[in-house]
Structure formats: C-alpha cells, structure tokens
C-alpha cells in the first residue's frame, strides 16, 4: 500500500507530527500501544510542557536550531490545545505543568487530534529495512507486506528506557542516508559512586534536602535524593546532562544560606551542643550524624575555633565529589546527543540530503532539562515538521 506519509513512532513527537500531516499520513509502531514514555512520565501524571521553556533549556551542538520550532509552536500553544480537550491541569514547581488526573488524557487528546486529522495508527508493528527510490520510500516490514510513501517522519526517540523498547533505530536509519551523529550519551539520569563515596551515602538512602548542584558550569537548585547507588533527585538529573566521566560535581547543602554564619549562630545560641547535633539545625538528622562521624567532627561547638568552622562550612558549601558513572540509559530519562542538525532543516526538520525524509523528537540532537521541556520539543518539532508535510499538499 502507498501512504502520502508515514511516521515512525507513536510517542509524542509522531503524534503531533501526524495531527497535523493530515490525510493519508499512518503511523507505525512496534509496541502494542502509543505513548508510553508519555503514560509513565509525571508519576503517571505527565509533566507536558514548562511555562519557561525557550531556547536556553536545550543542550545542542547548534543551540540556536531549536529557536525555530520553538516560536513557531510554544508551550502556550500546547496549553492551549490541552484546555480545548478540557484537561484539567496545575503547575507544581518551576513551571512544571502536570495534569490534575492521568497521563493517559494527553494520550487520548493525541489520538483523538490524530483521528480528526484522518491519520492512522498501526501498533506492533516492526520495520525491518528501509530503501529509497524515485517514487519515495519503501519499507520492508516483518511479516507484512512492503509499504511505500512519499514522506518519511522518523520519530523513534533515542536509546533511554531499553525496556519501553527504545533503540538506536532511528540513528542507523540517519547514517544510512548521509546523516552524521553526534555522542550519544545517557541524559537526566542519577549518578554512581565508588566504595569510598558510598561508604558515607548508601546508609543515607531516601534522605533528600534542597541543594545546587554544579556540574561543568551549569548549576541547579533542586531537591537532592541520596540512594543505594550514589546520588539522583533532580538536581542531580540535570547536572547529570553536563556532567563527563572523570570531572567532579560540586554541591552546596545550603544554597541561598552563609553556612559559616549559620555554624557561628549554631555555636553562639549554644556552645554545648554537640557538633553533630549543631549541624541537625541546618541538615536532616540522619545525614547531619553521617557527616559529622565521617569527618571525625566531636566535641562541643565552644570548642571549635573560627577556622575549623570555616572549614566545615567549605566543606558543606562546596562539597566536591567525583562519580564513578552514571545508572546509565536504563533509567536515564531521555538521550543527549543525537541527529546532527546540521543536516536538517530547521524551520521543518526535514533533511537537507533527502527530500521527504524528517527526523523529530528525541532522536535530533536537542535535549532539554527536566521539568516538560523534552515534551515541549517533541510537540515543537512534531508540528513543524507536520505542518511542512501538510502545506506541501495544499
């Protein structure tokens, strides 16, 4: 059978893309339902956009290619599509909107955008190859019969979450048509440590406390969660997107606090105090004790001189720790790195080697922080590239 357009992946990107292609556009996807990543994100509540999102949130190569999807389809314009299904949502943090009941209403608001659109959806089905001729492309599915279309959308995400059944589909389909990409590496996801690390944070596992986290530059003022395996919370995902093998991250345990003035009160209200005890003023008990023993830090406050003290507040300040790795993409929530888009068009996500072949979503390399701006880039460049099939047509 010919399509005017095909689309591979029904996650959030290839459900926008196909509202908005139009008739004859059919999206295919080897899982046995569309939008997973969007059912389980949010704690199940979905965080679909940022009311901050712009140009500044995104990691690139070429930090400027996402500004054209960006303006061209906001978040405004998102919300706006959310409120006209009457989906009742709220802002948590920063910006962060959620819906106030499932995940599964954006999922349902995409199909039904799609259905209005006169687009079809195929689930679990598998693309097995790929070829290119002068009537478009033909694609070679398992255990069906080939199909062909004139416009290729590949929006199969990157390799984060393996067992959602994400691949490096999308790359090998890029290089086999003249496309370069950039390092891939796991993005947002929580950060490892070595037996001398975890020797202090392992018994402090579900403790969480707001702190900034830095990594390469970039700082983060977040909760901070300490686990079996080392750091996550996060501020840590979004260090984690900066972060590179061997290079330390620094933590402040008191952002926005003079922690060697806090310590000086500590002492003045009561000299008597403990130490240990002392820092439970200004940390959760069970990591204020921690970091007390592991720091050899005993005796009173009376006791402590001005320079000790000033040494445990650098110390609390800028605790600089190196990590060992990362959870990897297992649990990372999206892929840094990516298509190079110095082969795309910017304005339609289309490649500039192959007419009618596009690439969105995830698979580009554009990856925002947490808090909805993945989301936001998938429906930004989704609609781009939707909108250039569909005025093609007219």
């Given at each position: 059978?010919?399509?005017?357009?095909?689309?591979?992946?029904?996650?959030?990107?290839?459900?926008?893309?196909?509202?908005?292609?139009?008739?004859?556009?059919?999206?295919?996807?080897?899982?046995?339902?569309?939008?997973?990543?969007?059912?389980?994100?949010?704690?199940?509540?979905?965080?679909?956009?940022?009311?901050?999102?712009?140009?500044?949130?995104?990691?690139?190569?070429?930090?400027?290619?996402?500004?054209?999807?960006l303006?061209?389809?906001?978040?405004?314009?998102?919300?706006?599509?959310?409120?006209?299904?009457?989906?009742?949502?709220?802002?948590?943090?920063?910006?962060?909107?959620?819906?106030?009941?499932?995940?599964?209403?954006?999922?349902?608001?995409l199909?039904?955008?799609?259905?209005g659109?006169?687009?079809?959806?195929?689930?679990?089905?598998?693309v097995?190859?790929?070829a290119?001729?002068?009537d478009?492309?033909?694609?070679?599915?398992?255990g069906?019969?080939?199909?062909?279309?004139?416009?290729?959308?590949?929006?199969?995400?990157?390799?984060?979450?393996?067992?959602?059944?994400?691949?490096?589909?999308?790359?090998?389909?890029?290089?086999?048509?003249?496309?370069?990409?950039?390092?891939?590496?796991?993005?947002?996801?929580?950060?490892?440590?070595?037996?001398?690390?975890?020797?202090l944070?392992?018994?402090?596992?579900?403790?969480s406390?707001?702190?900034?986290?830095?990594a390469?530059?970039?700082?983060?003022?977040?909760?901070?969660?300490?686990?079996?395996?080392?750091?996550?919370?996060?501020?840590?995902?979004?260090?984690?997107?900066?972060?590179?093998?061997?290079?330390?991250?620094?933590?402040?345990?008191?952002?926005?606090?003079?922690?060697l003035?806090?310590?000086?009160?500590?002492?003045?209200?009561?000299?008597?105090?403990?130490?240990?005890?002392?820092?439970?003023?200004?940390?959760?008990?069970?990591?204020a004790?921690a970091?007390?023993?592991?720091?050899?830090?005993?005796?009173?406050?009376?006791?402590?001189?001005?320079?000790?003290?000033?040494?445990?507040?650098?110390?609390?300040?800028?605790?600089?720790?190196?990590?060992?790795?990362?959870?990897?993409?297992?649990?990372?929530?999206?892929?840094?790195?990516?298509?190079?888009?110095?082969?795309l068009?910017?304005?339609?996500?289309?490649?500039?080697?192959?007419?009618?072949?596009?690439?969105?979503?995830?698979?580009?390399?554009?990856?925002?922080?947490?808090?909805?701006?993945?989301?936001?880039?998938?429906?930004?460049?989704?609609?781009?590239?939707?909108?250039?099939i569909?005025?093609?047509r007219?």
């Amino acid at each position: 059978m010919h399509y005017p357009t095909i689309i591979l992946g029904a996650g959030a990107a290839g459900m926008m893309a196909a509202a908005q292609a139009g008739p004859g556009t059919l999206v295919l996807d080897h899982a046995r339902a569309p939008g997973e990543k969007i059912r389980i994100s949010g704690g199940g509540r979905c965080n679909f956009t940022n009311l901050h999102a712009g140009p500044e949130n995104f990691l690139s190569a070429n930090p400027h290619f996402c500004k054209s999807a960006l303006a061209r389809y906001d978040q405004h314009d998102f919300i706006a599509l959310v409120d006209r299904h009457r989906i009742a949502w709220h802002e948590k943090t920063l910006g962060q909107l959620f819906c106030d009941g499932s995940a599964r209403q954006i999922i349902d608001m995409l199909l039904a955008e799609m259905r209005g659109a006169g687009a079809e959806l195929r689930l679990e089905t598998a693309v097995t190859g790929i070829a290119h001729g002068t009537d478009g492309f033909t694609l070679t599915l398992d255990g069906a019969a080939p199909l062909t279309c004139r416009n290729l959308v590949v929006a199969t995400g990157g390799k984060s979450i393996p067992k959602m059944g994400a691949s490096g589909f999308a790359y090998r389909i890029a290089e086999q048509f003249g496309h370069e990409v950039t390092e891939t590496r796991p993005a947002l996801v929580p950060l490892t440590f070595g037996p001398d690390v975890l020797a202090l944070t392992k018994p402090l596992a579900g403790v969480s406390l707001p702190a900034r986290v830095s990594a390469e530059g970039a700082a983060f003022d977040e909760a901070l969660l300490f686990t079996h395996r080392g750091l996550s919370g996060p501020a840590i995902l979004q260090a984690s997107s900066y972060w590179r093998e061997g290079a330390p991250i620094r933590i402040d345990l008191l952002p926005g606090q003079d922690a060697l003035a806090a310590l000086k009160a500590a002492r003045a209200e009561n000299g008597r105090r403990a130490v240990g005890t002392a820092l439970a003023g200004l940390l959760p008990n069970r990591l204020a004790a921690a970091w007390a023993e592991a720091r050899g830090l005993t005796g009173q406050m009376a006791n402590i001189p001005d320079r000790d003290l000033a040494g445990i507040a650098a110390g609390l300040s800028d605790w600089q720790l190196t990590p060992a790795g990362s959870e990897g993409y297992r649990t990372a929530e999206v892929t840094l790195g990516g298509i190079d888009t110095d082969g795309l068009d910017a304005r339609s996500m289309e490649s500039k080697r192959m007419k009618g072949l596009f690439f969105i979503g995830e698979a580009v390399d554009v990856t925002g922080w947490l808090g909805g701006y993945n989301f936001q880039w998938a429906w930004s460049s989704g609609w781009a590239a939707g909108r250039a099939i569909a005025e093609r047509r007219a």
